[in-house]
């Protein structure tokens, strides 16, 4: 029995996999052998019009399309796979105690019902992702997989003298590839990237990072900046003279007194020039710069009042806020709108798995009994 296991599982090993693929598409190109020829002479392999056809660009053309399509199944997930229902994932009770105690081993946290479904969730993701990678074949040829089985069984046979090919065989004979966790993350994981591959042609092009850039621009625009004279009153030297000398000191200002020897000395200075409302808060506060930032250009205002004391200002420049170039953040850009589309491109490749499967809840009937009864199937997500 395990002779006649071992010899049909070596028709998928990696080698003969690869040698199967590399010669199937080689002869389907190069055609008839000589000897086929001679055997259809009344087919007439060797007619000019033939020739002229078999040369022609638009066989050739869609000779490539044709192969693009078939290699690109493999890229993602397939919508022909839609249709074909899968068996069902079940969930019993004993799956979920063991998800809660070792997040609560790993976490040293008590998990709470809404985190519960959350890893649940997540552990179907995981199933149905292992399942569709057990479907495309992704275990074969994986040098990893094949690895990681050699090993287990370099571990079990004790008398150590088999090849890895022999070794690797007996593992898939065994099923050893079925129950490993560490496979079971392997193939979950190449599952993954090939939901993230991006259909050929898929790079923003300007006129998207334009309108991406006008979409957030929030996040992109360079802040508004303010060019300003003050002077400066300190509360703690001026006391309860402090209002009334601020008035005063406004309107000497107003009438064009110069105002480098007016009001006291400030320790940062009396100008600022291109400062963002960021740079004022740390020096005068957030209301101040507030303030300050909603003036226009031009006479004295005042008096505005700082964690400090009193001060006239004089609005020199305003620099309104705008967007950048797109030259200056075309390559934050693109990485951001590229990581988006690749979340969405999974999310929905994703969701359709998940539409394939239903996922059917079981839980014990009494505390007594033991019996599981099943609850109603559902589509999982």
């Known amino acids: 029995m395990i002779s006649r296991l071992r ?9 003969s996999l690869r040698k199967r693929d590399e010669e199937a598409p080689r002869a389907w190109l190069v055609g008839p052998s000589p000897s086929e020829r001679e055997a259809h002479t009344g087919a007439n392999f060797q007619s000019t019009a033939l020739q002229r056809w078999a040369r022609a660009p638009s066989l050739h053309f869609a000779l490539g399309g044709a192969l693009l399509f078939l290699l690109s199944g493999w890229h993602g997930v397939r919508r022909e796979d839609a249709p074909r229902a899968r068996p069902p994932i079940v969930i019993t009770a004993e799956r979920v105690g063991q998800l809660r ?8 946290l008590t998990l709470r019902p809404s985190e519960e479904k959350a890893l649940v969730r997540g552990f179907v993701d995981d199933e149905i992702l292992y399942r569709e990678a057990l479907a495309r074949g992704l275990d074969k040829a994986d040098q990893s997989v094949r690895w990681r089985l050699v090993e287990k069984m370099r571990f079990l046979n004790e008398a150590g003298a088999r090849s890895s090919d022999q070794l690797y065989r007996d593992a898939v004979d065994l099923g050893l590839d079925r129950d490993d966790l560490i496979v079971r993350g392997l193939l979950i994981q190449k599952m993954r990237l090939l939901l993230a591959m991006r259909p050929p042609g898929g790079e923003p092009d300007d006129a998207a990072l334009r309108r991406y850039l006008a979409a957030h621009r929030d996040e992109y625009a360079q802040p508004a900046r303010v060019s300003f004279s003050h002077v400066f009153l300190s509360a703690q030297r001026h006391g309860s003279r402090l209002q009334r000398d601020a008035a005063d000191l406004l309107a000497r200002l107003r ?12 320790p940062l200075g009396r100008h600022y020039r291109s400062t963002t409302r960021r740079d004022l808060e ?9 303030r300050v930032l909603a003036l226009s250009p031009g006479e004295w205002i005042g008096p505005i009042p700082s964690a400090l004391g009193l001060h006239a200002v004089r609005i020199d420049a305003i620099e309104p806020a705008r967007l950048p170039p797109l030259d200056a953040v075309r390559s934050r850009l693109r990485q951001r709108l590229l990581t988006e589309q690749r979340e969405q491109l999974v999310a929905q490749r994703m969701q359709r798995l998940r539409d394939l499967y239903r996922v059917r809840f079981e839980r ?3 505390a007594a009994g033991g019996a599981l009864r099943p609850e109603a199937e559902r589509r999982p997500g």
Do not use: I, N
């Not at 105690?101 to 040293?108: L, P």
């Not at 009438?255 to 400030?266: I, K, L, N």
């Not at 740390?282 to 507030?290: I, R």
């Open 7 to 15: 010899s049909r599982h070596e028709l998928r090993t990696p080698e």
């Open 364 to 366: 014990r009937q009494t």
């Open 282 to 290: 740390k020096v005068f506060g957030a209301d101040f710069a507030a």
């Open 255 to 266: 009438s064009g007194a110069a105002p480098a020897p007016a009001g006291d000395p400030f």
């Open 101 to 108: 105690a070792e997040y609560e081993r790993q976490t040293g």
